[in-house]
């Protein structure tokens, strides 16, 4: 089994050109620590080796739980020794951090829990140098001192930049990048916008874009000579200069209720983007600039609604839409093609460690797949324990030996290590 690959004016308010990237504990330090969502290159792809390649009856050993995360599909971020989660407790968000014993080290509230269809805690701290940022459903965007949970700054990015949550209220995973933070509150104040990430202040913000957010979390790429910000809005996908805010280019991106939530990828000179509900997923090859994209490809397979897409070795593994009852699906990404699709699997959320994909389907399923574009060969599964009916969306973590699977309220760790590989 092959390693995985590891991808990942126009009316502008420009108040200052960002500086270049410093050292800011979310580079390529994945073997230290998983600082976001989807750890440190966003792809949801761990450095893990020596794991179990099978799974005994009932599952890997649970090595604890903790049944007070509060009400959410928030997943787990790890820095410094400490586990950051969000969740709803009654009226109010807070933003948790635990230690790797599963005990809490402390909560502070970050504004009011959503009430709106599909209540609960979305989106997953993102930690850079001793600091943690949330930004909760409404747009209350704040830092925390990771290690005492005191609030730092926090502003309101409806107030500032116009922000709106849609039908399912905001739900982006921030990104750091050097001294900035860059997130798309999606206003007409500041569409995209970069923040000084040691007091919140704005450094610049992109006016001219007209579209919404959507519920998607931005990645970062270097293409070329370009540096930029990639993101998918309500009906386009679109990338921003780092530096300024300056809109490179935009694509069409259409999805039924604007339910565009899945984040970007890069691959190869390429970007990947995929939506729910019959819409697919496309290839976008980027000019040889960075100032324009062609659709290279669209697959109507791999229309994926928020559970992720793991690249490996060229060929891209995402869950299709349960109303289409497909299941895992196995796409070659040179052609768009189908490999293969197992909808036995169900509706999935995916993460990689070590040869093999980590299927968490919306019943609570976990399965354990290898990562073979010729074949669905599954290597163990089990359903976790839960106390509610509802969905399971949360995305599993594999870091450190272990796998992290969030339920609403709980948050349950596995030991997936094989003792007898080194």
Request: charged residues 20%; contains cysteine.
């Amino acid at each position: 089994m092959k390693r995985a690959s590891i991808a990942v004016a126009f009316g502008l308010t420009a108040l200052a050109p960002l500086s270049a990237r410093a050292d800011d504990g979310v580079a390529p330090v994945a073997a230290k620590s998983w600082p976001q969502f989807h750890g440190s290159r966003r792809d949801n792809i761990s450095p893990d080796t020596g794991l179990l390649t099978t799974w005994p009856k009932g599952g890997p050993k649970l090595i604890w739980r903790f049944s007070e995360c509060g009400g959410g599909y928030s997943t787990v971020s790890i820095a410094g020794g400490l586990i950051f989660t969000s969740g709803d407790f009654g009226r109010r968000q807070r933003v948790l951090a635990l230690d790797l014993a599963g005990k809490l080290v402390w909560q502070s509230p970050n504004g009011d829990a959503w009430k709106g269809p599909y209540p609960g805690a979305r989106t997953t701290p993102t930690y850079s140098e001793g600091v943690v940022y949330q930004m909760n459903p409404t747009g209350r965007l704040a830092a925390f001192e990771a290690n005492s949970g005191k609030e730092v700054w926090t502003v309101d990015l409806a107030k500032a930049y116009g922000a709106r949550p849609a039908r399912w209220a905001l739900a982006e995973n921030v990104i750091i990048d050097g001294k900035a933070l860059l997130c798309v509150p999606g206003g007409p104040r500041g569409r995209v916008v970069a923040l000084d990430k040691a007091t919140g202040k704005c450094l610049w913000a992109n006016t001219g874009i007209t579209q919404p957010a959507a519920y998607s979390s931005p990645l970062i790429i270097e293409h070329g000579a370009s540096r930029q910000l990639v993101v998918i809005l309500q009906k386009s996908v679109v990338g921003v200069e780092v530096a300024t805010g300056k809109l490179l280019w935009t694509h069409p991106h259409t999805t039924k209720h604007d339910q565009n939530v899945m984040m970007p990828m890069y691959v190869d000179g390429s970007v990947y983007v995929s939506s729910g509900h019959g819409t697919g997923g496309r290839a976008l090859k980027l000019s040889d600039d960075g100032t324009s994209v062609k659709e290279v490809w669209l697959s109507k397979d791999q229309d994926n609604c928020h559970g992720g897409v793991i690249h490996v070795d060229g060929y891209l593994y995402a869950s299709g839409c349960r109303l289409y009852r497909k299941g895992l699906v196995c796409i070659d990404f040179a052609t768009g093609k189908t490999a293969w699709n197992e909808p036995k699997l169900g509706k999935v959320s995916l993460a990689y460690a070590d040869g093999m994909l980590y299927c968490f389907s919306d019943k609570g399923k976990m399965s354990l797949v290898e990562a073979d574009y010729k074949a669905c060969k599954t290597a163990g599964s089990f359903t976790i324990p839960r106390d509610r009916k509802g969905l399971c969306l949360s995305h599993p973590v594999i870091f450190g030996g272990r796998m992290y699977v969030r339920d609403w309220n709980n948050l349950l760790v596995y030991d997936v290590k094989d003792p007898s590989r080194k």
